[in-house]
């Protein structure tokens, strides 16, 4: 797949056929995102054209309405790789700005569709909003099309137990821990995607080192002890991790922090990116009256987890 970074650089002249435009923010790319994707990809096959996938970044709410922006499920770069391994010929992500948030629906439709990619087709879910304070919506987008000549598809909503599928609703189940849920509508593992940073050290002297990630995105479980799968260079390990202010060694900490012990690891991944899929959580994280104690329990943690892993 290729990846465009800015609408100035993409050049609708070099793709072949007519264009098939899938849009959205695809935060989380979740089952009813990779039914949009999907649904482009294969129009685009159909018609011997090109998926475009076009994406934004930052969050439009981070430049419209800052303080109601809400924790992203994924990184751009995590929100890149899953649109990818969906089969889209060309990512196109659009550098969301004040002026972009100024737009009315129809100049978007004009500058950014007609002008600036010449789509042929448009792929959005039921519920898209586009333009100026959102004021543009799917009556908007079909009649531009007419002007503009471009065809609209447009996908239903899909729903879980009565509830719309949507980010908001994931992102409440992972921060409150209901990763099953979560994972049902992601239609994959939940996972954390992050850059392994310079950490306490303590983990070595417990006998179990640890890489402390700094996540890429901002949703994360709440506290506690979790089975995992790691992913470091295109291979899978098993290990374990730590999500919580470490209360044993200083009960008034407020900041969170993630520690990953990978079992039998011994490379150094500082500053190195690493992906972690939560399997169960086994425990919440506690206050332990010595680091000793801390100790025992974490080798006890350990072989519950190995088994659970290699269920």
């Not at 954390?192 to 303590?202: A, C, E, F, N, P």
């Amino acid at each position: 797949m290729e990846i465009i970074s800015g609408l100035s650089k993409f050049k609708k002249d070099k793709y072949q056929g007519p264009l098939v435009v899938a849009i959205g923010t695809f935060d989380g790319v979740h089952l009813a995102h990779q039914a949009i994707i999907s649904a482009a990809v294969k129009k685009a096959r159909e018609l011997n054209g090109t998926s475009i996938i076009l994406t934004f970044s930052p969050h439009p709410l981070k430049v419209t309405n800052p303080q109601k922006t809400p924790a992203l499920l994924t990184s751009l770069d995590h929100r890149i790789r899953l649109i990818s391994e969906l089969n889209a010929d060309v990512c196109l992500i659009a550098n969301f700005r004040k002026w972009f948030s100024g737009l009315t629906p129809e100049a978007f439709c004009e500058k950014i569709l007609k002008d600036k990619i010449s789509a042929a087709w448009i792929v959005v879910g039921e519920k898209f909003n586009f333009g100026n304070k959102k004021s543009g919506d799917i009556e908007n987008l079909k009649s531009c099309g007419k002007r503009f000549n471009y065809k609209v598809e447009v996908l239903p909503l899909l729903a879980d137990n009565g509830f719309i599928l949507s980010s908001s609703l994931i992102r409440r189940c992972i921060e409150t821990g209901h990763l099953e849920k979560a994972e049902t509508m992601l239609g994959r593992q939940f996972s954390v995607l992050g850059t392994v940073k310079k950490g306490s050290q303590r983990g070595n002297k417990l006998g179990f080192p640890t890489a402390n990630i700094d996540p890429h995105q901002e949703a994360v479980p709440p506290e506690g002890v979790y089975a995992v799968k790691a992913v470091f260079q295109g291979t899978l390990y098993d290990g374990m991790l730590n999500i919580g202010t470490r209360p044993t060694f200083d009960h008034t900490a407020k900041e969170q922090v993630i520690e990953l012990h990978i079992f039998d690891f011994d490379k150094n991944i500082y500053k190195e990116d690493i992906e972690v899929f939560f399997i169960e959580e086994t425990r919440k994280e506690k206050h332990f009256s010595s680091p000793d104690l801390l100790r025992k329990q974490i080798a006890k943690d350990a072989v519950k987890i190995r088994k659970i892993l290699q269920k």
